[in-house]
Structures are given as C-alpha cells and as structure tokens.
C-alpha cells in the first residue's frame, strides 16, 4: 500500500490556468508538508499543516493555496499558472512536526506550464 | 539562503566501492537528516543523527557530524547498482517554532547525484 498519495503525477496546462493536485497519507500522522523542487534539485519547503492547522507558511505567492480537509488529506490549488511554476511538487507527512521525525515522500506531480 | 550545501554535486564510482558524500551547514541544528532520491521517486528517509552525536551506523550506511564544522558526512561502503540515486541532507534549526510546538521544518542541500557503475 502506498504511504503518501499524490495525484496527477504529471500535469500539463497552459499558463493562466487553475489546477489542483491531491495528497493523502494512509499513516496516521499528524503533520503534512507540500514542498517544490525546481529543475537543479533544489527543495523548498511550501506549507505544512499539523492536524488541519497551517503551522508553516512560506513566502508563497497568494496564488497557491493549501486545503487540509482532514489530517489525513493535503492538497494544493494553484491559481493563474505561470512559467515559473513548473517545478515538481512532493507531498510529504510526519507523524509530528518535530525535526527529529523521518518525513515520509509521494513520488511527486511534475507540472509543467506551456 | 540555502542552509545545506553538498559536495561533491555529482560522483560517478564502480560497484563495489565506497562512496562519500558531504554536507555543510550555516546555523545551530537539533538533527541532521539523510535522503534519498531515485530519479523520478519522492524522498526516502536513510538516517538522523541529533547534534548530540558523533556518528551513527545503519547497515552499509555511516553518518559522521561535526558540529563546531557545522558538517556532517555519509559514507556507503561497498556500493552497488542500486544505491544510485541523489543524496540530500537536511538540517532542523532549532528556532523554527510556531506557537508553543514545533515546525518539523527541514531544510534541504541541494544534493548529490550518485552513479554507481556495475
């Protein structure tokens, strides 16, 4: 069974546009995070909710907006796509939001903005 | 500004042989993690090590840290196909709190990219 759920894993659409992409954990934890990973790797941390709680709140233009409806559920709207979007989103859980807990990672959504 | 920074960025080996990957860091830490990446697959996690600790051991796996370098290292020894990956480490700075409980905010390197040749 898989951990940590992200659907799509690719998405393609044109800039301007809106678009959502699903996160669920199966592990019982607490605390979910979104981060980005730009073309050379490097990994950012976005947001992170702790039992449906915003707890983490990075500079984020206002058009990507996190949604926890449950603490077993993250997801990420984006709204008015643009160029500098494309990147690949990891979803990612921990038990608590303590920095000695192994965070566990989806496979990720590659969006790509034409 | 990036709080961890790998080197090498890439290290091609042969099966067989012992890797070593770096990382440095810029302020006080709690933990230390190591990750890593197969292409296309999200983060796995590897190992902690807390600030209070010196070295661990996890299979073929050895993490040093050096606090007073702010630098931490992960050994593989006898490597094969399948360790093949990007390796990233990732710091906990004790400072990032919100409210009375923590963040569980991790910051990532930006990695280094394994190529173990069979």
New interface residues.
Partial sequence: DTA?SQTPKYLVTQMGNDKSIKCEQNLGHD?M?WYKQDS??????MF?Y?NKEL??NETVPNRFSPKSPDKAHLNLHINSLELGDSAVY?C?S?Q?????????????TRLSIL | SQQGEEDPQALSIQEGENATMNCSYKTSINNLQWYRQNSGRGLVHLILIRSNEREKHSGRLRVTLDTSKKSSSLLITASRAADTASYFCATDPPTLRHGSSNTGKLIFGQGTTLQVKP
């Fill in positions: 940590v605390t995070y050379k790797k490097f990994l950012k941390i992170s702790n707890i983490i990891f990612a921990s608590v939001p303590e920095g000695n807990q192994p965070q566990h990672f989806g496979d990720g």
